[in-house]
Each structure stands twice: as structure tokens, then as C-alpha cells.
């Protein structure tokens, strides 16, 4: 009986130690030394062996084999010229290894790299198919190349293939601008890993997934991202036909948002709802530079709504778009008023929209009194004659238009005389679009006419370049002449203070040489060493502070 216990407390503590030896064994895997990292190695399963249960035997846990041809990732930072070099070969390796053709496209980019003075700013792999085991050869590619874009635009993406690409960007930041653009296939999963990414790798600055997936289970997931302050600039989002909730949802995820400045929604189907909620958009949120929201269906009820928030949001928002979503004259008054009172709107498109001449004449008092205004497109907008005399009467008192685009309308010779003679006394207009020679049957009054407005252009962009050339050249003369100032200032001040020296004490020549001699030698403003001065170099502490400082002093006293 006690050989029995004695026994089972044997066997208890050899358990125990069974267990504390499993506590001690690291999980590769679950590794968190390494956040997120793509493991790249062919995992084999991890069995035990256990030995007879023999009483007397000892118990054993033996691991045949844990990992089989392991790759490890090798840090950012570390690749030198020579991987760059050789990084042709290693996807070559690789591709043979995975049992897969090399993307021809991709070789043609890559064979320039031998010489590892080359860089690849763009990863170009647009039009190529792309499966999941091609996906994973791209990993000798991201893991040396430095580029500045991945372009996967329509490569028949799917889950495996999407996620396997954004953990190797994640994990090697090797770009910081992607485009994934014309991938219908990419389900949950890949937007689950695409959020991620935007989640953790912080110098993506530039997104396009246009034409992808984006529906109700999916936009939530990039707009939580969004709400989280990630670190685009650049969003491109058309033709996803976001109107209805997803357009309420990316306005939920942007409205705290202070980093994303462009957002392009062109394609989309918008309704004047939209708009509305566009409209509260701008409201909250003034870091929002550029918004396009060409090919909608807006109407003048939607641009109303914008024009609304533009007027009271007065400034934040520089470029918009509106081209092509059945506008017309009716909205055009609202308009004109959000341009005279925004301070920092540079550019509105309003072409391809039946604004026609009374549109113009509705936006005439807005645009003169706009000082932000320096682009403005009015390209096939069924202007005529009428519309062009308005237009220069515009840019006869406009001080801050520097772009304007008239193609594409009904304008014929009077009208180009009338734009003639504006442009004639415009000296800040550099740009006046202009195709009416499609309707002209060559007429030499209308080249003629057409010669001048090009030589004005060109008389106002050398104008333009001079003036910023002038600011350089004025403060170098500034500089200068400020410089050989404070040299004879200094010299003044040093020629006086001999002279209260000399007239202080009367002595003979001998006790005065001697009296030198003696005393110690004081550091004068200007060092001797400066025979003949420089006006172009300045002369340090001397020249400005501790002249400043004597000044006060003299006149303190």
C-alpha cells in the first residue's frame, strides 16, 4: 500500500515537470517580437512521442520536426547593394521554388537593377494577373526595392492574393503610395487586411481603389480606419457607386479626419443627398484641399447645398469639381456668393454643364469680387459671343485669375476680339484656353486675333517669372548692403574709441611705448586681421549683436 502512494507521487511530479517543460517551449508563430510579420517558411506539424506508460519508465515529449525550411525576414535597413543588384535573380529563385512563371512585365523593370546605381520609383504591374503563389514571389521584390509606387491596378486580385501583398508592404514599407484600382474580387478578408495596413504602416500617403468592391460590409471597414487619423493624403474612390449609406458612412469616418487633403468621388451616382451630406463635410472639416466630384448627378439642388457650406465655412477648401452633373444657370448665383466670401478657394471646374450666358453673368459679381480665385473652367458650357464679352469684361478688373478655359463653347470672332482687348490690359491672366479655330475655316483675322492672345500669355508668364525672381534678388542686395553698414559703423566706432584714448592721457613717445607695451592688449571690434573687407561675407557677432548692444549702452549713458 505505501509502495502504491509513493508511486503516484512519482508519477505526479513527473507531469508537473511534463507541463512546466511545455511552458518553457516559444511558439514561432505567435512570436511578438515581431508585430504583424509575414512568415514566409513551410510549417510541418508539430507531434509528440510519448514513451510507454510502464511504471519505472520515464516519460518523454520528443519534436520531430518543428519548422522545415524557414525563411526569415530580413529587417528593413539592412539591404545593401548587392541584394539590390541581385534582386533579379532572387524572384527568378523564388519563382522557381513557388513553381511559378515570372511576370514578364516585372523582369522588363527589373533588369535595369543590376547596376545598383538605378532606383525603381514605380513597381508597375498593372494588367497582369496575378494568383496567390505570384503574390508570394513578390516578396524578393518588396523586401530589397525602395520604390515609390505599387501599381496592381486590375490584376484579378483576390483574398489570399491581396492579403499576402499588403502584409509584405506592411512589414518591409517598401512604397508609400498603392493602387489597387480595378480589382472586383477582393472580398472581407482583403479589406480586413488593407484596414490593417492603413492602421499600422505609417507612410502610406496615397490610396486609389477605384472600381473595387467597396459595398455596406466593406466600406465600414476603411471608414473606422479613416475616423482613426491614418496617414493618407490622397483617397480615390470612383466609381464604387457610393451614394445613399456608404457616402453617409465615408462622411462619418472623415469628419474628424485632419490629415487626408485630396478626395476624388467621380463616378459615383451622387444625388443631391449626397451633396447635403458632402456639404456637412466641409463644415467640420477645413483640411480637406481638393474635392472631385465630376460625373455625378448633383443638379442644382447639390451644388446650392455646397455653395451653402463653402459660404459658411469660408476657408479651408482650395480646388472642386463639379464637371458634368447637369448643373445649370439656376445655381449659379448661390455660387458666385460662396466665391466672394471664401477666402481660400483657388480653383472651380464647372465645365461640361449647361450653364450657358446667363450662367456667367450669374457668377460675374462673385467672380470680381473673389480675391482667391486663380483658376476657372468653363470648357463646353454652351457659351457664345454674349458669354465671352461677359468673360472679358470679368478679366478686364480681375486681379487674381491666372487660368481660364473656354473650349469646347460657341464662341466665333466677336467674341475673341472682346477676350482680345481684356487680355490686353490683364497682366496676371498666364492662361486663356481657347479652340474656336475648329469653327473659324482658317479665317486670318481670327489667327491674327489668336497670335496676339498667345503673345500676351507669354508676355505675362515672363512677367510672372520676373516677379519671383525679384524677392531673390532684393534680399541678396539687402543683405549686402546691410553688411558693409555695420563694417563701417564698426570701423567708426573703433576710430572713436582711439581717439578718447589719445585724448585722455599726455605722454611722451617713450612712456607711451612703454605704457603699450605693458598693458594688456584689448580685443578690438574689428579684428586686424581684416585688411580689406568682404561686403559679401558677413562678420559675425562683431557686425550685428555686440554693435547693437554698444549702441544701447552709448545712448543709456
Known amino acids: 500500500m505505501l509502495q502504491d502512494v509513493q508511486d503516484e507521487e512519482d508519477t505526479s511530479n513527473m507531469e508537473s515537470e511534463d507541463e512546466g517543460s511545455f511552458e518553457h517551449v516559444q511558439n514561432p508563430i505567435d512570436d511578438a517580437s515581431k508585430p504583424a510579420a509575414p512568415l514566409r517558411g513551410i510549417l510541418k506539424r508539430v507531434s509528440r512521442d510519448t514513451a510507454s506508460r510502464d511504471r519505472g519508465d520515464v516519460r518523454k515529449v520528443s519534436f520531430r520536426t518543428v519548422i522545415a525550411d524557414f525563411v526569415e525576414p530580413v529587417p528593413v535597413n539592412v539591404i545593401n547593394d548587392e541584394e539590390y543588384a541581385n534582386v533579379l535573380d532572387s524572384y527568378k529563385q523564388l519563382c522557381a521554388k513557388l513553381r511559378v512563371r515570372p511576370c514578364q512585365k516585372l523582369l522588363d523593370q527589373l533588369e535595369g537593377l543590376r547596376d545598383s546605381t538605378l532606383k525603381l520609383d514605380t513597381i508597375d504591374l498593372?494588367?497582369?494577373?496575378?494568383?496567390?503563389?505570384?503574390?508570394?514571389?513578390?516578396?524578393?521584390?518588396?523586401?530589397?526595392?525602395?520604390?515609390?509606387?505599387?501599381?496592381?491596378?486590375?490584376?484579378?486580385?483576390?483574398d489570399d492574393g491581396a492579403i499576402s501583398v499588403f502584409e509584405m508592404i506592411e512589414y518591409y514599407e517598401p512604397v508609400t503610395r498603392l493602387i489597387v484600382a480595378n480589382n472586383v474580387r477582393l472580398g472581407v478578408r482583403a479589406w480586413l487586411a488593407l484596414a490593417r495596413l492603413l492602421k499600422r504602416f505609417h507612410r502610406l500617403e496615397f490610396l486609389d481603389v477605384r472600381r473595387t468592391s467597396l459595398d455596406?460590409?466593406?466600406?465600414?471597414l476603411l471608414c473606422r480606419v479613416l475616423k482613426l487619423n491614418c496617414t493618407l493624403r490622397v483617397l480615390h474612390l470612383e466609381d464604387n457607386h457610393l451614394s445613399g449609406i456608404l457616402t453617409r458612412n465615408?462622411?462619418?469616418?472623415?469628419?474628424?479626419?485632419?490629415?487626408?487633403?485630396?478626395?476624388?468621388?467621380?463616378?459615383?451616382?451622387?444625388?443631391?443627398?449626397?451633396?447635403?451630406?458632402?456639404?456637412?463635410?466641409?463644415?467640420?472639416?477645413?483640411?480637406?484641399?481638393?474635392?472631385?466630384?465630376?460625373?455625378?448627378?448633383?443638379?442644382?439642388?447639390?451644388?446650392?447645398?455646397?455653395?451653402?457650406?463653402?459660404?459658411?465655412?469660408?476657408?479651408?477648401?482650395?480646388?472642386?469639381?463639379?464637371?458634368?452633373?447637369?448643373?445649370?444657370?439656376?445655381?449659379?448665383?448661390?455660387?458666385?456668393?460662396?466665391?466672394?466670401?471664401?477666402?481660400?478657394?483657388?480653383?472651380?471646374?464647372?465645365?461640361?454643364?449647361?450653364?450657358?450666358?446667363k450662367g456667367v453673368?450669374?457668377?460675374?459679381?462673385?467672380?470680381?469680387?473673389?480675391?482667391?480665385?486663380?483658376?476657372?473652367?468653363?470648357?463646353?458650357?454652351?457659351?457664345?459671343?454674349?458669354?465671352?464679352?461677359?468673360?472679358?469684361?470679368?478679366?478686364?478688373?480681375?486681379?487674381?485669375?491666372?487660368?481660364?478655359?473656354?473650349?469646347e463653347n460657341n464662341i466665333s470672332?466677336?467674341?475673341?476680339?472682346?477676350?482680345?482687348?481684356?487680355?490686353?490690359?490683364?497682366?496676371?491672366?498666364?492662361?486663356?484656353?481657347?479652340?474656336?479655330?475648329?469653327?473659324?475655316?482658317?479665317?486670318?483675322?481670327?489667327?491674327?486675333?489668336?497670335?496676339?492672345?498667345?503673345?500676351?500669355?507669354?508676355?505675362?508668364?515672363?512677367?510672372?517669372?520676373?516677379?519671383?525672381?525679384?524677392?531673390?534678388?532684393?534680399?541678396?542686395?539687402?543683405?549686402?548692403?546691410?553688411e558693409q553698414a555695420d563694417y563701417e559703423l564698426a570701423l567708426k566706432l573703433q576710430q572713436e574709441e582711439n581717439e578718447k584714448c589719445a585724448g585722455n592721457h599726455v605722454t611722451t613717445p617713450t612712456e607711451d611705448r612703454r605704457a603699450k607695451e605693458d598693458r594688456p592688449r584689448t580685443l578690438p571690434i574689428i579684428s586686424p586681421t581684416m585688411a580689406s573687407p568682404d561686403p559679401t561675407k558677413t562678420f559675425g557677432f562683431f557686425s550685428g549683436h555686440y554693435i547693437k548692444l554698444k549702441q544701447r549702452w552709448d545712448e543709456s549713458v
Open 361 to 407: 453673368e450669374c457668377l460675374k459679381e462673385g467672380l470680381l469680387s473673389s480675391r482667391s480665385i486663380a483658376r476657372l473652367v468653363l470648357a463646353s458650357c454652351n457659351i457664345t459671343n454674349e458669354g465671352a464679352v461677359v468673360m472679358a469684361e470679368i478679366l478686364g478688373d480681375h486681379t487674381t485669375l491666372i487660368h481660364l478655359d473656354l473650349r
Open 250 to 357: 465615408l462622411v462619418w469616418g472623415l469628419r474628424s479626419n485632419t490629415l487626408l487633403q485630396d478626395l476624388y468621388l467621380g463616378h459615383n451616382k451622387l444625388t443631391p443627398e449626397d451633396a447635403k451630406l458632402l456639404g456637412s463635410l466641409l463644415v467640420t472639416n477645413r483640411t480637406i484641399r481638393l474635392l472631385d466630384l465630376r460625373n455625378n448627378r448633383l443638379q442644382d439642388t447639390g451644388v446650392l447645398f455646397l455653395s451653402s457650406a463653402l459660404e459658411e465655412q469660408c476657408s479651408g477648401l482650395q480646388l472642386i469639381t463639379v464637371w458634368s452633373n447637369q448643373i445649370t444657370a439656376n445655381s449659379m448665383t448661390a455660387l458666385g456668393r460662396a466665391l466672394a466670401f471664401h477666402t481660400t478657394l483657388e480653383g472651380v471646374n464647372l465645365g461640361s454643364n449647361a450653364l450657358g450666358n
Open 413 to 482: 470672332l466677336a467674341g475673341v476680339m472682346a477676350l482680345k482687348c481684356a487680355y490686353a490690359i490683364n497682366h496676371k491672366l498666364l492662361r486663356l484656353h481657347l479652340d474656336v479655330m475648329k469653327r473659324s475655316n482658317n479665317d486670318e483675322l481670327m489667327l491674327e486675333l489668336l497670335a496676339e492672345i498667345e503673345q500676351f500669355s507669354v508676355r505675362n508668364l515672363e512677367a510672372h517669372k520676373r516677379a519671383e525672381l525679384a524677392p531673390l534678388v532684393l534680399v541678396v542686395e539687402d543683405e549686402v548692403s546691410q
Open 126 to 158: 498593372k494588367g497582369t494577373r496575378l494568383d496567390p503563389a505570384h503574390c508570394e514571389a513578390l516578396e524578393a521584390v518588396l523586401r530589397v526595392l525602395r520604390a515609390q509606387t505599387l501599381n496592381i491596378e486590375q490584376t484579378q486580385l483576390d
Open 216 to 220: 455596406e460590409s466593406t466600406m465600414p
